[in-house]
């Protein structure tokens, strides 16, 4: 059962944006090979987030029609083991964003593809966010700008392939008979509402040991190598 907070994605404003943002995951999930996705966070009690995947399999991890439920910053997920990490609007309603960013960058393998999706602060849908004592949509808890989310995956040691801004409709007013847009008319003024950031993991390297030295004689107390000790006796 949805949460009172949730309602709003069942409603006409947020079907709306699940129907724009569908569209948008399934382009971005087109070169997002593999074996496995998973989706971290639900907002709407639906998989159609899950849908373009293009894995064999697809998992669900907390929601209404989740596969598991359990905590984003402790996921029964083996580390490495996935290909692709679905984040979509998870991190502005956690209280530890970066705890739940953290787990997604541990079970995601190398070269594996993150794509996290939030509303943007520098707009409409960010200022009445702001203003609303609940948030805007109700629950959110805080907002991140695309730098923020650009110096996350730097320190993280991701590579951004992709920042798509969309959602270019008031958030005063039902959306209209087409639904929201994904890219900004002729007549547009608005900025952005949201954006969509798809970065890879890179493959790190692994630093080969430190070779050791042979025949290096062994020190005994006193700083005297061992063969040194050996000849000093015999000559004694």
């Given at each position: 059962?949805?949460?009172?907070?949730s309602h709003w994605?069942?409603?006409?404003?947020g079907?709306?944006?699940l129907?724009?943002?569908c569209a948008l995951v399934?382009?971005?999930?087109?070169?997002?090979f593999?074996w496995?996705s998973?989706?971290?966070?639900?907002r709407?009690g639906?998989?159609?987030l899950?849908?373009?995947a293009?894995?064999?399999?697809q998992?669900?991890?907390?929601?209404?029609?989740?596969d598991?439920?359990?905590?984003?910053?402790q996921?029964?997920?083996?580390g490495d083991?996935?290909?692709?990490?679905?984040?979509?609007h998870?991190?502005?309603?956690e209280s530890d964003?970066?705890?739940?960013l953290?787990e997604?960058?541990?079970i995601?393998?190398g070269?594996?593809?993150l794509i996290?999706?939030?509303f943007a602060?520098?707009?409409?849908w960010?200022l009445?966010?702001?203003a609303?004592?609940r948030?805007?949509?109700?629950?959110?808890?805080?907002?991140?700008?695309?730098r923020?989310?650009?110096?996350?995956?730097?320190?993280l040691?991701?590579d951004?392939l992709d920042?798509r801004r969309?959602l270019f409709?008031?958030?005063?007013?039902l959306p209209e008979?087409g639904?929201y847009?994904?890219r900004?008319g002729?007549?547009g003024?608005?900025p952005a509402?949201a954006?969509?950031?798809?970065a890879?993991?890179?493959m790190?390297?692994?630093?080969?040991p430190?070779p050791?030295?042979?025949?290096r004689?062994r020190t005994?107390l006193?700083?005297?190598?061992?063969s040194a000790?050996?000849?000093r006796a015999?000559?004694?």
């Amino acid at each position: 059962m949805l949460d009172a907070d949730s309602h709003w994605f069942s409603g006409p404003q947020g079907r709306a944006l699940l129907d724009l943002e569908c569209a948008l995951v399934r382009e971005a999930l087109e070169d997002c090979f593999g074996w496995q996705s998973v989706q971290i966070g639900d907002r709407w009690g639906s998989r159609e987030l899950l849908a373009g995947a293009r894995t064999p399999a697809q998992v669900l991890l907390s929601g209404e029609s989740a596969d598991a439920r359990c905590r984003l910053t402790q996921l029964p997920i083996q580390g490495d083991s996935v290909d692709c990490v679905l984040l979509p609007h998870t991190l502005e309603f956690e209280s530890d964003p970066y705890g739940v960013l953290r787990e997604a960058d541990r079970i995601l393998a190398g070269e594996g593809k993150l794509i996290i999706l939030c509303f943007a602060p520098w707009s409409l849908w960010g200022l009445r966010a702001l203003a609303g004592r609940r948030g805007f949509p109700p629950g959110l808890r805080r907002l991140f700008s695309e730098r923020r989310l650009r110096d996350w995956m730097r320190l993280l040691g991701y590579d951004v392939l992709d920042c798509r801004r969309y959602l270019f409709e008031s958030p005063f007013s039902l959306p209209e008979a087409g639904g929201y847009r994904a890219r900004r008319g002729f007549a547009g003024v608005l900025p952005a509402g949201a954006l969509l950031l798809k970065a890879r993991k890179r493959m790190h390297a692994l630093i080969p040991p430190r070779p050791v030295l042979r025949g290096r004689p062994r020190t005994v107390l006193g700083g005297l190598s061992e063969s040194a000790s050996a000849n000093r006796a015999q000559r004694s």
